[in-house]
């Protein structure tokens, strides 16, 4: 590592004071999870494992938590996956044929991701009551699947955007149907495209707490987003067991975003090198 | 590998409102080699594609021998294709990229690593083989594209630009290369280009193509030497030729000042072009101008003249210094007389 140039230092130190808020609000969410009694930052009794007995124990009616963890985990997974599936064709689509209303579908696509999802918590509610989905980790899958769509959409437009015609023409020639063309040289080439969106996919469905707030209301279906804010609404919050809880939510996170982080990068770097 | 001839008939591409390719007629002969020449946007390109089977006509048949094809998926019309830019899979091992045409057609094993093997041991790169297309130069990469494409033994052989992305050593080598690997097998072979060296050494026949519409097709040397029209006399020839807009009359051709007899007996008289080959042009002669730029190009200079208006370049083993006045003459066995509408005109002696 080259030493920074002295002008470099006090940028750091600028974004270093930046960052002091949240770095301290992590620190906050350990020290309070793992010692009986913190002061702002500051453990004022001895470390204790009480606000971790969630883990071992049903706490207050709540269901176990390692049926909120796997739930959550069922979740992202399959949000993930369905999410990279449905928006690589999609976007195939949209980046490599001519259809009628493809202009119509983009601008559609592009209204859809800006468009406040909350807002349409309600009708979703009423279509998912209709088709027998709600309160099943199925129906809450499926929202939000669609409702990440248009971002998965357009990332990947620009991934399959940046392929050459040529080599598509190459495969037809060689030989291959479009869909497997689609398949077996299209999708092996926007891989880095793939894997940023699964992880990005991943990380937004671990962290979704509305709609399954909304559309879940069983117990054994509880995703950890809902399970850790079932210790924030009774009268006495237990802020050592929220930290706690919150600690175990994190831990994924922190794990996606170690083994994801250069995938993500490709958000922004786009496109393969032949 | 047994070359078929290759017909299409009153072949039409629109795009939109845009006429990329109208109504061609062009017969290939089982194993020739036709080169397509043109600027870019002339619809040569388009019509390879369509040959292809990558676009659908809007209009026209083609044939490959009897078999009418322009229907058909281009997987089933058993045709071979280099790319400009290769178009080798990036993720795939040159072995495997040659193999690709192959394991679609369910071969497998044995059979298919031997003809990976003699398929680049015929274009020289079976020591690359392990390879991925990033690690091999481009003039590998071009040979693994051309190994691919000959390795199924496709009836019709198809070349997009295929020396354009090699520097200018390689590419005259390939050019010789890619040319007698044809003749040896006898795959009839569509070459497009807009490179008129690369047409005119490579190819049997050349194509022209202009705004859609085939110009002329007739050999190298017909092309040279009796150009059909004046776009065609202007594009196929380097450095150009001389295209003096003027009229023809009293045995002679008039432009503005400039004044150029023709020894022969002109059909129609009035408004025309007269075409001259730098080469064709001497010093010493009727024509009096002014030298405005000398290019020494090795084994000639290259002198452009102000004949009274006119600009006229010519080859010349003389060097006349710039600002100079010089005498030009003209061969006039070999000038070329073109119409108003820019058709050829053949002179009556």
Not at chain 2, 303 to 317: F, I, P, Q, R, Y
């Amino acid at each position: 590592m080259p030493l920074l140039p002295p002008r470099w230092r006090l940028t750091l130190i600028v974004l270093a004071a930046l960052c002091v808020p949240i770095a301290s609000g992590v620190v906050w969410l350990f020290l309070t999870g793992t010692f009986d009694r913190v002061h702002g930052l500051i453990p004022v009794r001895s470390p204790s494992l009480d606000n971790w007995r969630f883990l071992w124990q049903s706490v207050g009616g709540r269901p176990p938590v390692h049926v909120a963890i796997v739930n959550s985990l069922v979740f992202a997974v399959l949000v993930a996956s369905l999410e990279v599936v449905i928006a690589s064709m999609a976007a195939y689509a949209i980046s490599r044929m001519s259809f009628p209303g493809r202009r119509l579908y983009l601008g559609f696509v592009l209204v859809l991701h800006a468009f406040p999802a909350v807002s349409l918590i309600i009708a979703i509610f009423y279509i998912l009551r209709l088709l027998g989905l709600f309160d099943t980790l199925t129906g809450v899958i499926l929202v939000k699947a669609a409702l990440e769509l248009p971002l998965g959409i357009w990332l990947m437009k620009g991934f399959f955007d940046t392929l050459s015609w040529e080599m598509e023409m190459a495969a037809l020639v060689d030989g291959m149907s479009r869909w497997r063309l689609f398949w077996k040289v299209a999708m092996p080439l926007v891989r880095p495209g793939l894997l940023a969106l699964g992880t990005f996919a991943l990380l937004s469905a671990w962290g979704e707490f509305i709609l399954p707030y909304t559309l879940i209301v069983s117990s054994q279906r509880t995703l950890m987003s809902s399970y850790l804010q079932t210790f924030l609404t009774e009268g006495y919050s237990d802020f050592g067991m929220v930290a706690a809880v919150g600690v175990v939510y994190a831990l994924p996170v922190v794990a996606i975003f170690l083994v994801g982080q250069r995938y993500l990068l490709n958000i922004y770097g786009g496109g393969v090198k032949g | 590998m047994k070359g078929i001839a290759l017909r299409l008939e009153g072949l039409t591409k629109h795009f939109g409102r845009v006429v990329a390719l109208q109504a061609l007629d062009l017969d290939v002969r089982a194993g020739e080699m036709v080169a397509f020449l043109g600027p870019s946007g002339c619809g040569k390109t388009t019509t390879l594609l369509m040959i292809a089977g990558i676009y659908q006509p809007t209009a026209g048949a083609i044939y490959f021998a009897d078999r009418r094809v322009d229907h058909l998926h281009p997987r089933d019309r058993d045709v071979g294709m280099v790319f400009q830019s290769y178009a080798l899979y990036p993720h795939l091992t040159i072995f495997e990229n040659i193999a690709f045409p192959l394991r679609l057609k369910g071969l497998r094993g044995n059979e298919l690593a031997s003809k990976v093997r003699q398929s680049a041991e015929l274009l020289g790169i079976a020591h690359l083989l392990e390879r991925r297309p990033g690690q091999v130069s481009g003039g590998q990469q071009q040979r693994a594209a051309l190994a691919r494409a000959l390795v199924k033994e496709p009836q019709v052989l198809l070349l997009d630009e295929p020396l354009s992305n090699l520097d200018a050593q390689i590419r005259l080598q390939a050019r010789g290369e890619i040319r007698r690997l044809q003749l040896d097998l006898g795959v009839t072979s569509v070459l497009v280009t807009h490179d008129q060296a690369e047409a005119l050494a490579m190819a049997d026949r050349v194509a022209v193509f202009s705004l859609g519409e085939l110009q002329q097709f007739a050999s190298p040397d017909e092309l040279y030497t009796r150009p059909a029209n004046t776009f065609v006399a202007g594009f196929v020839g380097h450095p150009p030729m001389n295209l003096i807009r003027g009229t023809f009359a009293d045995g002679a051709f008039t432009s503005n000042g400039l004044k150029i007899p023709v020894p022969f007996r002109l059909p129609p008289a009035g408004g025309g072009t007269l075409g001259m080959r730098p080469e064709d042009l001497v010093v010493g002669g009727p024509i009096r101008g002014r030298v405005v730029v000398v290019e020494p190009l090795g084994r000639q200079v290259l002198v452009t003249v102000d004949a009274a208006g006119s600009t006229l370049t010519m080859l010349t083993n003389v060097r006349p210094s710039v600002g100079e006045t010089v005498a030009v003459g003209v061969n006039s066995a070999r000038l070329h007389l073109f119409d108003a509408g820019g058709r050829r005109v053949e002179a009556a002696a």
